[in-house]
């Protein structure tokens, strides 16, 4: 026997181990001590330790007798000793190289591990194995490390199982052995199809193995354990048996075939019970695959079974059970069919029970959208088809719109400091002025210049702070030195308003492109011209909540330059990003940032003012240190029925600001035309 090391231990002696060294023992001859003389004479007399052991006559002539039977005696003794060698495996977290290391010292086979082969090993046996059994033990327990072995020639190749279906392992024909090495096998079957087949068959492999049909053939090609692949080999025996069956096709006329199948799938079995063969036979024989293409039902079974379906078949298609069509076109008032077609496929198929208690897919939802038309074309079942209609009509409803009113204005305080001339003449007693023409001069302050004369205290009222007059007959003139504006302490930049739907956002931008020069030193020209907008931009997102409560998503970016647009421009930015909730129709006023700007004016009088020397007295400059305040007014208004009613008032509102110069209308109003007159240019004129 072979012993082993480090796992490995020999079994105890056995009865016909026991028996060949019996043998051996009595065929070895019977020494008695004695003293030589002829050997060691030369060599000088023996010991008292050194003994001979020489065989008596006797027992000589009948050992020679008996030589050739205890010859084969002892043969078939040791040839039996050595076939029933067994081994003991025992391991506490040993290294697995090793234990394949010893594994190749008990079988006699070559192996050749992948470098990613390692691992610890424990086994546990109080029995005694053989070869083969260790090599099974083996096999194993690489199987539970994740690994595996594939055959190859003479050499057995130990790797990943994730590898082993690329690399794959030798093909075996004949009479699968009872392993769990990976192995090729190629299956063919007679009378069943290999490739609906695969689904049923591919769980019972393993996970990483590799099952596919070969259509041609009708064959399936398997790579996996050669136990999983006996096991997929006793289920085919089977089923795979020759049975008389027969195949027709029923077209329906008025009925739909999806619901015709799952009357059948409900029936047959009950219908068929006590019948030929019942139910059992019924369920395995029969096979019906419905044809939603061309609306018919595919029937293979026996004739006696096609016959007894096709007749149930023919009594189910009549108008009562005809179907609504499993295609809709459905064109959308309100919603957007790109948004609802995505919305809806995330439906997917419905799965549900048929008869046998076996789950039936039925018609997978398909929703296709047209852009152009804002139409769903639905592909579905009629029950899944009324429940995707429902779902769109509750989806498809009319949307309110929000119109947004927005201000923006810039609130300042001033610190002028003028410089100029002021002058003016007083006529000896009456303490008037000559007749003077002034560029902001109120109407009342004109006419009474116009008409002949001007009080002193009123002089510099309405801006008119110096002049040079005189009459000459009925005309009277005069000459404008200088004349300042009322300042004002607002400056209202944009009035947007605009309407959106809601959850919509909408932006309105009022501006102007301005060039500016930029330095870029990679290229050949250091400086380039490139175009940006300074411009004031409002975005909003209105929501539309309970309660008729706004909720407002505000972006208002208000930039401008600072001084005269050149190339060397510099602007500034202010901006307001919040959310705010507001009620319809209520006004709310966001602000706060405070800058400092610096104005430098020059005010002139035309000709005079370039004159040489002189010029300088008909000119004055100011120069204005203003702090703004940007404020952003905006008010929201919720339109569900009544837009065009309220763009119909704005629309009036603006007609109505034209009067006369005394307050009164003019005689002649240009009346607002109605909004089809607008469009095509038509204006009416009311005597």
Known sequence: MVCVPVTGSRKSMTSRSAISIAISNWWMPCWRPTRSKSPWSERGPPTASTRVYRASEESMDIKRMLRPVMAALLFWLLAGTAQAETFRINHQEADLNQFINQVADITGQTFVLDPRVRGQVTIISDEELTAEQVYEVFLAVLQMQGFTVSQRDNEVHVIPVNDAKQITGRLIEGEMPLSREFVTRVITLDNLSAMELIPILRPVGASYGHMSGIPSANAILMVDHAENIARVEQILSTLDVATESDIRMVTLERSWVGDVLELLQALIPNEMAGRSGGEDAIQGSLRVVADERSNRLILRGPPGVLDFVEELVRDLDVEGRQSQGNTEVIFLDNGDAMRMAELLNGLGSVSENGANGESVQRTQLSILADEELNALIIRAEPDDMAEVQRIIAQLDIPRAQVLIEAAIVEVSGSLSEQFGIQAGMLRQGDGTAPALIGSNVRESTATSVLSGGLPISQLGEGGLFAGLGGTEGEVSFAAIIQALETQSNTNLLSTPYIMTMDNTEARLVVGETVPFRRADPTEDNPFTITREDVATEITVRPNIQQNDVIRLAINQVTEELIGTASLESRTSKREIDTNVLVGNGETI???????????????????????????????????????????????????????????????????????????????????????????????????
């Open 589 to 687: 006023i966001l602000g706060g940032m405070v800058k400092d700007r610096v104005i430098d004016r020059e005010q002139r009088v035309p000709i005079l003012a370039d004159l040489p020397l002189i010029g300088g007295l008909f000119r004055s400059t100011s120069s204005e240190q203003e702090k703004v305040n940007l404020l952003v007014v905006i008010r929201p208004s919720i339109a569900r029925e009544r837009t065009t009613e309220q763009a119909r008032e704005r629309y009036l509102g603006i007609w109505d600001l034209r009067f006369g110069p005394d307050g009164s209308e003019l005689e002649a109003v240009v009346s607002p035309p109605s909004f089809d007159e607008l469009y095509r240019g038509i204006q009416t004129i009311e005597e």
